[in-house]
């Protein structure tokens, strides 16, 4: 039975995330918080006290520029530390912080800023241009990528700034009142349907998720966690960065995945954990050989043979954007099952579903309900988007996460498929939907349908299979893979172009993916 929704309040009542990262300095001020080692420069370390006061030195320089409590800044940068300082800034101010994913095309982003309404934008040097023609009208802080001179100087950024303004002043008193249900950031989705969710959370929610996450995986203050997944996905900045402050131990942040850059690092700084999400990961430090470390577990799913390997405890867990905290955990002194993705964790409400609604029994596959909180232990609501807030969630409040997963005969959960129809290329979710609507839009074809194609570096891989309209180019797949250039993700791009007379349907004349898929494995 549920708790009610006054116990969760009572979880995190009196507490926000300034309050988080306030009690790690008054009581370890000289730990090390945050280890920057970027690939091709020298690194730099924050202890407790110095993060906090970059912090509230960046807080005063957004109230300067007019940010102030529930406006929004939208963040776009790759990982590093400008990007964490300027999230924990907003946080102690009380603005939200939307964080932009820097793999978006300039048509998503267009969108993703249409939606936000910022009132501020802190964002990456390299895209200045681009931005410049979006928010004419924002506050724009450039934060530049290289050593050299003021990237906000140049005549046709007269009216911007830089990062070095906003921690170019005093550091901000924090007397804003203790409110954890208070709106804290907004991040989007990959997008099930034709364009991404704003999935909106607040301080409750990240002071749960980095709860719940100490909790399940026996996290320690000396424990320091290698950050190299982004952190404008709920993975970087709830399961890792807020989990890790939870418990006042240290992170390693580095820009990106690097299979050479990842061991020496790792053993320099002495990781203990980290997130491998996905076989794109894996098999890119499969075949090098790992040093002495210190690792104690990998979030990468229970693959036995790996662990032999590694000498590492290898732990599942499945979540997703709206999630904001892990439903389901693995146990980090019990294992099961290869591959299983863990066991519902503490608090939390897992349904697995028969399509009649009942509940499946062991050895079943069903689709995933979650159930909880909104603004506590799951996200608050779809930014400026009510009726997709509604539609997600039946009449008991049960959220349908459009993923199907299998009861396994040993009491785990073991991830099935994707019913949503999600591609997982080397780390990202990409809707299929996504990219079928880009290819439609080139006017070419009469239909067209995308699935995932098995690939040895980076999971899986988009394949398009189009039915050509009779006006269509000679040079259709070259024309359409250039034409998906600039609208849509690198990432989400389809490898592969497949002209068809028409499509294969199933008895509800529905596209057949499943006869598509088969396609591509015959022909593999």
């Known amino acids: 039975m549920s708790l009610s929704r006054r116990s969760y309040e ?3 009542l009196g507490r ?42 960046a807080a005063t320089g957004l109230l300067s520029l007019g940010v102030n409590q529930s406006d929004r800044v939208f963040i776009h940068l790759d990982n590093c530390p400008e990007l964490l300082i300027s999230y924990f800034a907003c946080a102690a101010i009380g603005a939200i912080a939307v964080l932009g994913n820097t793999r978006s095309s300039q048509a998503e982003l267009e969108y993703f800023v249409a939606l936000a309404s910022p009132k501020a934008l802190v964002i990456s040097d390299r895209f200045g241009e681009l931005f410049l023609k979006l928010s004419k009208d924002n506050i724009i802080v450039f934060v530049s990528e290289t050593a050299e001179a003021n990237p906000a100087a140049s005549e046709e950024r007269q009216g911007c700034t830089s990062f070095d303004y906003l921690v170019d002043h005093a550091p901000f008193s924090n007397d804003r009142p203790r409110d954890p249900l208070l709106n804290l950031r907004v991040q989007f989705t990959s997008g099930t349907t034709a364009r991404a969710k704003a999935v909106l959370s607040t301080h409750a929610n990240a002071l749960f998720a980095a709860q719940q996450t100490a909790y399940a995986y026996n996290l320690q203050p000396d424990d320091l966690c290698q950050v190299f997944v982004p952190l404008f996905h709920n993975n970087g900045l709830s399961t890792l960065v807020m989990s890790t402050l939870w418990v006042g131990g240290s992170i390693l942040l580095q820009p990106k995945f690097s299979a050479s850059n990842f061991w020496g690092p790792a053993v320099d700084y002495g990781a203990t954990w980290t997130s491998l999400p996905g076989a794109f990961f894996l098999n890119a430090l499969a075949k090098r050989e790992a040093p002495d470390h210190k690792f104690r577990f990998w979030f990468s799913g229970v693959i036995p043979e790996m662990a032999e390997k590694y000498g590492i405890q290898m732990r599942g867990h499945w979540g997703m954007s709206e999630m904001i905290a892990l439903p389901i955990v693995g146990d980090p002194f019990h294992e099961d099952g290869r591959l299983n993705i863990g ?29 909880g909180v909104p603004g506590i232990t799951i996200f ?28 396994g005969q040993d009491g785990a959960i073991y991830f099935s498929s994707r019913a949503k129809d999600i591609i997982r290329v080397g780390g990202e979710n990409v809707a299929a939907a996504d990219i079928e609507a880009v290819l439609l839009a080139s006017g070419w074809l009469l239909e067209c349908a995308v699935v995932a194609r098995p690939d040895g570096v980076y999971d899986e891989v988009p394949i398009a299979f189009v039915v050509p309209d009779d006006d269509a180019p000679d040079d259709l797949a070259d024309a359409l893979i250039d034409y998906c250039s600039g609208r849509i993700s690198d990432f989400k791009a389809p490898r592969e172009i497949i002209s068809l007379r028409e499509l294969p349907r ?13 396609l591509i494995t015959a022909s593999s």
């Open 506 to 518: 199933s008895t509800l004349n529905k596209v057949s993916k499943v006869e598509l898929r088969r």
């Open 380 to 407: 608050k609501e779809y930014l400026n988007d009510p009726e997709a807030t509604a539609a997600s969630f039946d009449k008991e409040g049960w959220f349908e996460t459009g993923d199907r997963v299998e009861l």
């Open 16 to 57: 926000d995330v300034p309050w988080l990262l306030k009690d790690w300095v008054d009581r370890s001020p000289d730990r090390v918080f945050l280890n920057w080692a970027p690939h091709d420069a020298p690194g730099r370390k924050w202890s407790y006290a110095e993060f906090d006061r970059d912090v509230r030195k």
């Open 10 to 12: 009572l979880m995190v």
């Open 343 to 371: 066991r519902p964790a503490p608090a939390t409400e897992v349904s697995i579903r028969r399509p009649d609604g009942s509940e499946c029994g062991i050895g079943e596959a069903g689709d995933l309900f979650v159930r």
